[in-house]
C-alpha cells in the first residue's frame, strides 16, 4: 500500500511537471493565449512548491532538475498572475496590451493599482505538518484621495472593457445574421420634419438605437393607426401611444431576450414618430419610398 500510494504522488508530481513544460513551451513558441498560458504556470508552481515543501531555495532546485529554468522573480511574478481573479487580470490585460510577461505586468501594477501588486503567498501548506509561518505584511493605508481615484480608473477600465466586448460581441452577431433585411431606399427617411435614417452615432444619443428595419416597421405601423381616425394632432399622439401598452406587456411577459429587444426598438421608433407628429404636424413626410416595402 505504502509503494502505491507513492507511485501515485509522484505521478501527480509528474503530471504538473509536465504542464508546467507544455506552458512554458507555448509561451516560447509564442502560440495564442499566452497570458493564459501563465496563468496554468503559476498555478502549477503553487502547487508543486506546496507538495515539494523544503528548506529556502530548494524548490528553485526542483525546477532546474525537471527543466524549469524560470528565475525566483519570474516564478514569484507567474504565482502572483495566478492569484488575481478574472476581472483584474482582464483590466491590466486590457490596458497594458503590449506587456506579455506577468513580471511586467506586475511593475507596471505596481504604478496603477497596487492593491493588486501584492504576491499572494499561500500561510498552509498542503503537506501535511508543514505550517508556514510568515510574518503578516504591514499595509500601509492608502489616502482617501489616492484610493477614490484608482477605484474611479479601475471602473473606467471595466467599463471600456464591457463596451469593447458588447460591440464585439454586437458585431459577430451582425456577420452571423442570415436573416432577409430591407434595404435603404435612394433617398432619406423624413417624419415630420426630422431625418430619421441615415442616421450617425450623435443623432442616434437623441433619436433611438434603431436598426432601418425597425425603422421601417414603426413607420408603417404608425401610417395605418394614423389614418384609421381623425383627431387633433395631440390627442392622437396619446391615442396612439396607449394601443401599444398591451404590445408592451406581450414583450416584457412572453418574447426571450433578443426578440424583446427587437421589439422593444421598434416601438421606441414608433413613439418617437407620435411625438413628432404631436409637435410639429405639418412637417415634412418622406416614408420609406421602396416599393418591395409595401407590397411585404
Known amino acids: 500500500m505504502a509503494a502505491e500510494a507513492q507511485t ?16 512554458l513551451d507555448s509561451i516560447a513558441r509564442h502560440a495564442e493565449g499566452i497570458l493564459a498560458q501563465w496563468v496554468v504556470v503559476g498555478e502549477r508552481l503553487i502547487e508543486l512548491r506546496d507538495r515539494n515543501p523544503g528548506k529556502s531555495g530548494a ?12 528565475t525566483a522573480s519570474q516564478r514569484s511574478a507567474a504565482i502572483w498572475w495566478a492569484g ?22 506586475q511593475n507596471r501594477c505596481r504604478e496603477t493599482h497596487p492593491q493588486w501588486a501584492k504576491s499572494r503567498k ?62 435603404p431606399g435612394p433617398g432619406p427617411v423624413v417624419m415630420y420634419g426630422v431625418r430619421l435614417w441615415p442616421i450617425d452615432q450623435a443623432e442616434r444619443a437623441t433619436l433611438g438605437q434603431y436598426d432601418y428595419d425597425q425603422l421601417v416597421t414603426a413607420v408603417l405601423f404608425f401610417i395605418a393607426q394614423r389614418d384609421l381616425v381623425k383627431m387633433p394632432p395631440g390627442d392622437l399622439a396619446a391615442n396612439l401611444r396607449l ?25 421606441q421608433a414608433f413613439h418617437l414618430i407620435c411625438h413628432l407628429h404631436e409637435t410639429n404636424p ?15
Open 282 to 296: 405639418e412637417g415634412e413626410c418622406r416614408p420609406p419610398s421602396d416599393r418591395a416595402l409595401l407590397e411585404a
Open 243 to 267: 394601443r401599444t401598452r398591451s404590445i408592451h406587456k406581450f414583450v416584457e411577459r412572453r418574447l426571450p431576450e433578443h426578440c424583446a429587444q427587437e421589439m422593444r426598438r421598434v416601438l
Open 59 to 70: 524548490f528553485g532546485v526542483a525546477c532546474r532538475t525537471h527543466g524549469i529554468v524560470l
Open 8 to 23: 501515485n504522488v509522484q505521478s501527480i508530481d509528474d503530471r504538473l511537471w509536465s504542464d508546467l513544460k507544455q506552458a
Open 122 to 183: 499561500s500561510q498552509v501548506s498542503h503537506s501535511v505538518g508543514n505550517v508556514r509561518n510568515r510574518p503578516q505584511e504591514k499595509k500601509s493605508p492608502l489616502r482617501p484621495a489616492v484610493r477614490a481615484q484608482i477605484e474611479a480608473e479601475v471602473f473606467r477600465e471595466e467599463l471600456k472593457a464591457k463596451r469593447e466586448q458588447r460591440a464585439a460581441a454586437a458585431a459577430a452577431a451582425a456577420a452571423n445574421d442570415t436573416r432577409p433585411t430591407y434595404k
Open 84 to 105: 488575481l481573479d478574472d476581472r483584474q487580470r482582464d483590466v491590466l490585460s486590457e490596458k497594458y496590451p503590449d506587456a506579455l510577461a506577468p513580471a511586467g505586468l
